[in-house]
């Protein structure tokens, strides 16, 4: 079993920036790949980006240049640093960890509004 606990939502102005934290713990060794989603009002939930074990990262095109993700391997925490924020992007962030044998675990979500 893995837990995953987000944090760093919030309200901010378009342009702004906020930090996400995602704090894996339980079966951490298990993880092969972390993730951010979202899912907005009326959406379905989207990838936003990924980091493997390995560093790989993986972003959707609408948040390329603006978004970044990253791993603190001794504190079990994966960012998603959100920079440029846009009304578009405003969604509640859910953390994701990809097992090796291919089982999700999801946090329970964060939310960031964007206003404009």
Aim: charge should be positive; charged fraction near 15%.
């Amino acid at each position: 079993q893995v837990q995953l606990v987000e944090s760093g939502g919030g309200l901010v102005q378009a342009g702004g920036s906020l930090r996400l934290s995602c704090v894996a713990s339980g079966g951490i060794f298990s993880i092969n790949r972390m993730g951010w989603y979202r899912q907005a009002p009326g959406k379905q939930r989207e990838l936003v980006a990924t980091i493997t074990r390995g560093g790989s990262t993986n972003y959707v095109d609408s948040v390329k240049g603006r978004f970044t993700i990253s791993r603190d391997n001794a504190k079990n925490t994966v960012y998603l640093q959100m920079n440029s924020l846009k009304p578009e992007d405003t969604a509640v962030y859910y953390c994701n960890a990809h097992t090796f044998s291919s089982k999700d675990y999801w946090g329970k979500g964060t939310l960031v509004t964007v206003s404009s």
